[in-house]
């Protein structure tokens, strides 16, 4: 069981917008910095969004990010099918002095 | 910025392997450095930070004494000395880079490496 919880699986229409939670504690999310990444189908995962709600240069506007106390999101507004993928959120964890990644969200774009 | 990984392979339980990181397109011992796994059809797990100056460093609990992970910085390269591997232990393992001396953040990654351990 991952120390930050996300749904594992997600799904919208293109064009929709549609928002992944990422659940943690004061130890991790409530102190630190949260990054998410996405993965497509047999590829390395990518940055997609850093320090909360950064975006790198490249990543479109549709996605965003935000945290709230011990809780982060990512949204991802109008919806292409491209954006089909695995998003992880991930997290340094001051108590376990580690990283911490959630379990992972798999994104179905109908 | 780029990342490659080496190294990986067939081992047997209880057997060593040695994976090695080679970058290219930044100052190398200006941002700290991850290895991260991920066995066949699951998710991403942390395995271990070392710091730009490789002074702090930080291990998952899963491969704590186990595995040793090392930078030299004239050479520009990270390693990762993996011993007494377990089944447990099969997954691609990823280079990845963070976003300074000490951030742990992650902002690029190599394409992998996969290790699968199996008699």
């Known amino acids: 069981q991952s120390v930050l919880t996300q749904p594992p699986s997600a799904s919208g229409t293109p064009g929709q917008r549609v928002t992944i939670s990422c659940s943690g504690s004061?130890?991790?999310?409530?102190?630190?910095?949260v990054f998410w990444h996405q993965q497509l189908p047999g590829a390395a995962p990518k940055l997609l969004i850093y320090?909360?709600?950064q975006r790198p240069s490249g990543v479109p506007d549709r996605f965003s990010g935000s945290k709230s106390d011990t809780s982060a999101s990512l949204s991802i507004s109008g919806l292409r099918f491209e954006d089909e993928a695995d998003y992880y959120c991930?997290?340094?964890?001051?108590?376990?002095?580690?990283?911490?990644f959630g379990g992972g969200t798999k994104l179905t774009v109908l | 910025v780029e990342l490659v990984e080496s190294g990986g392979g067939l081992v047997q339980p209880g057997g060593s392997l040695r994976l090695s990181c080679r970058t290219s397109?930044?100052?190398?011992?200006?941002?700290?450095l991850n290895w991260v796994r991920q066995a066949p059809g699951k998710g991403l797990e942390w395995v271990s930070f070392?710091?730009?100056?490789?002074?702090?460093?930080y291990y998952a609990d899963s491969v704590k004494g186990r595995f040793t992970i090392s930078r030299d910085n004239a050479k520009e390269s990270l390693s990762l000395q993996m011993s007494s591997l377990r089944d447990e232990d099969t997954a691609v393992y990823y280079c990845?880079?963070?976003?300074?001396?000490?951030?742990?953040?992650?902002?690029?990654w190599g394409q992998g490496t996969l290790v699968t351990v199996s008699s």
């Open positions: 990845a880079r963070g976003m300074g001396n000490f951030d742990f953040g992650i902002d690029h």
């Open positions: 397109g930044f100052t190398f011992g200006a941002v700290a």
């Open positions: 070392i710091s730009g100056t490789g002074q702090t460093i």
């Open positions: 004061s130890s991790n999310i409530g102190s630190n910095y």
């Open positions: 320090r909360n709600d």
């Open positions: 991930v997290v340094w964890d001051d108590s376990l002095r580690g990283g911490v």
